[in-house]
């Protein structure tokens, strides 16, 4: 159990069976009657946002979850497959569990799986990946950095824009989270 006073973003709780994250939270103090605790919530399975006021003081059960780092293998099918990088154990997950950051996923790339209990909750890619470009329309001369973007398709064959200068077969550097070219590799 945890006290709604110690709710600080990235907390995750149990609510009517399912698990949520704080998000933000604000303790309000009123000249006239008790505090309490305002706070933004996000269902970690399906990404609903909630906003839900506490008690001051009120306890909540904690959600524990585990994180395990993973290797993926190889695909068969729908199900990817990875490794448990400490136990050697085999583990399945669908395309539904990991996301729409599937995109990204390529063999021997390693994943942090977040569970609670035998629920995977959520699959955490790197913050960055590096890819190679497998199609794109090819640069032109007087292209430029700052000129425009173009969509290029990757070798996980997920599309992203990427700047004009940008070659079919280089290799470049993502942002997961924003899906955004960074750089060249």
């Known amino acids: 159990m945890i006290s ?3 709710f600080r973003p990235g907390v995750s709780i149990v609510l009517d ?4 994250r704080v998000i933000d939270f604000l303790h309000v103090k009123p000249g006239k009657g008790s505090a309490f605790v305002r706070t933004t919530l996000k269902n970690v399975q399906t ?3 909630l906003e839900k006021t506490f008690r001051a003081g009120e306890s909540v059960p904690q959600a524990t979850l585990e994180k395990v780092t993973m290797q993926h293998t190889y695909k068969e099918g729908d199900e990817f497959i990875f490794m448990d990088m400490e ?3 085999e583990g399945r997950l ?5 996301g729409d950051r599937v995109k990204y996923l390529k063999d021997g790339m390693e994943v942090n799986v977040i569970r609670w209990g035998e629920q995977v909750l959520e699959v955490e890619l790197p913050n960055s990946v590096v890819l190679e470009i497998v199609q794109t329309d090819p640069g032109v001369k007087g292209d430029t950095a700052t000129g425009g973007t173009k969509p290029a398709i ?3 064959g997920a599309t992203i824009m990427v700047p004009l200068f940008i070659a079919q077969g280089e ?3 993502i942002d997961t989270r924003e899906d955004k070219y960074l750089g060249r590799e």
């Open 17 to 20: 069976g399912s698990v949520w």
């Open 171 to 173: 290799r470049i550097k």
């Open 4 to 6: 709604s006073n110690d």
């Open 87 to 89: 136990t050697y154990e």
């Open 154 to 156: 990757l070798e996980t």
């Open 47 to 49: 990404g609903k946002q």
């Open 94 to 98: 669908t395309s539904a569990q990991i």
